[in-house]
């Protein structure tokens, strides 16, 4: 039965509390990468040439790539396996050459059923500062 | 067919096999060097008994995971997803497909040697206008038992066609 460390000290969480950040320049070997392993093969993603043929620049990232890199980042801070809830709305498009960065911002905390629960505010953005993705995950404190 | 006729419909069944090899390559697309994916010393000094799942790798399970001797009978009878059939309906007139929004709730953690069992329905069908287009949501809910029939994670999937 799996006991997940947890990373998280409930009573040094707070309010406003900002996660490490994750930076990634996104290539098109990721969207190759995540491509073959996640068995999402629109074309949209990985042939550019089919991807200039629909009108596009090139190719541009799956959704759920930027979805695992904030994810990524989220487990980084609060440990595999502690995640209770996360969710995301995706507003913009990623291309290659963008360089990503994780937004995580704490925005409550609660001692619940479940356990102690940390709430925050998960955005993924470029170098811009534009929105790929917004969303919150509520994650477990010791 | 209205809409409402396809809300409660099934989407799909799979039996789930959490294997090594797909929780560490997923992991490394994602470029997640967190070595509880790939290190099974690693893992147990998290807390595991092996690699535990990536937050994201349930929404892949159905590529990775599925092998044809043990899958349930098809609660679609053949039919496949209706979701693919709704949004290939509503392409006939152009637009555009968007995944919009993706939700997990997590109910127990999920690690290497599981077996999943995923049921899908198509739980909510809407319309909305949007700078006089209309945008169609279609709302898939996925729950992934455990073999004891206890739920692990609850995926709820979004998808949105935008007329032209």
């Known amino acids: 039965m799996a006991n997940p460390v947890l990373k998280l000290k409930f009573d040094d969480i707070n309010e406003g509390d900002e996660a490490p950040v994750v930076s990634h320049e996104l290539t098109r070997t990721d969207l190759v990468k995540y491509a073959g392993a996640s068995g999402d093969f629109n074309p949209m993603h990985s042939d550019e040439v089919a991807a200039q043929a629909a009108g596009l620049p090139s190719v541009f990232g799956h959704g759920m790539f930027s979805m695992g890199l904030l994810g990524r980042a989220i487990t980084d801070w609060a440990g595999a396996g502690n995640l209770k809830?996360?969710?995301?709305?995706?507003?913009?498009?990623?291309?290659?050459?963008?360089?990503?960065?994780?937004?995580?911002?704490?925005?409550?905390?609660?001692?619940?059923?479940?356990?102690?629960?940390?709430?925050?505010?998960?955005?993924?953005?470029?170098?811009?500062?534009?929105?790929?993705?917004?969303?919150t995950t509520k994650v477990l404190a010791a | 067919m209205s809409f409402d006729d396809f809300i409660g419909k099934p989407t799909g069944a799979n039996t789930i096999h959490v294997e090594r090899g797909s929780v560490s390559r997923f992991a490394d697309a994602l470029t997640d060097s967190n070595p509880v994916y790939s290190d099974l010393n690693a893992?147990?000094?998290?807390?595991?008994?092996?690699?535990?799942?990536?937050?994201?790798?349930?929404?892949?399970?159905?590529?990775?995971?599925?092998?044809?001797?043990?899958?349930?009978e098809d609660p679609t009878g053949g039919e496949g997803n209706p979701m693919m059939k709704i949004m290939r309906g509503l392409m006939k007139d152009g637009g555009m497909v968007l995944h919009g929004e993706q939700e997990f709730q997590y109910h127990q953690p999920v690690q290497c040697g599981d077996v999943l069992h995923g049921e899908g329905k198509i739980t909510d069908i809407y319309t909305k206008e949007s700078k006089g287009k209309v945008m169609t949501f279609v709302v898939m809910e996925t729950v992934f038992k455990n073999d004891a029939g206890e739920p692990v994670v609850t995926e709820i999937f979004n998808l949105i066609h935008r007329g032209k």
């Open chain 2, 43 to 72: 893992a147990k000094e998290a807390g595991f008994d092996a690699p535990p799942l990536p937050p994201t790798w349930t929404f892949a399970s159905a590529f990775l995971g599925a092998y044809a001797e043990d899958q349930p």
């Open chain 1, 85 to 135: 809830n996360y969710t995301v709305r995706f507003t913009k498009q990623t291309w290659p050459g963008e360089t990503l960065s994780t937004k995580i911002v704490v925005t409550g905390k609660e001692e619940t059923d479940e356990g102690k629960v940390v709430t925050a505010e998960v955005t993924l953005v470029n170098q811009d500062g534009e929105s790929k993705l917004s969303g």
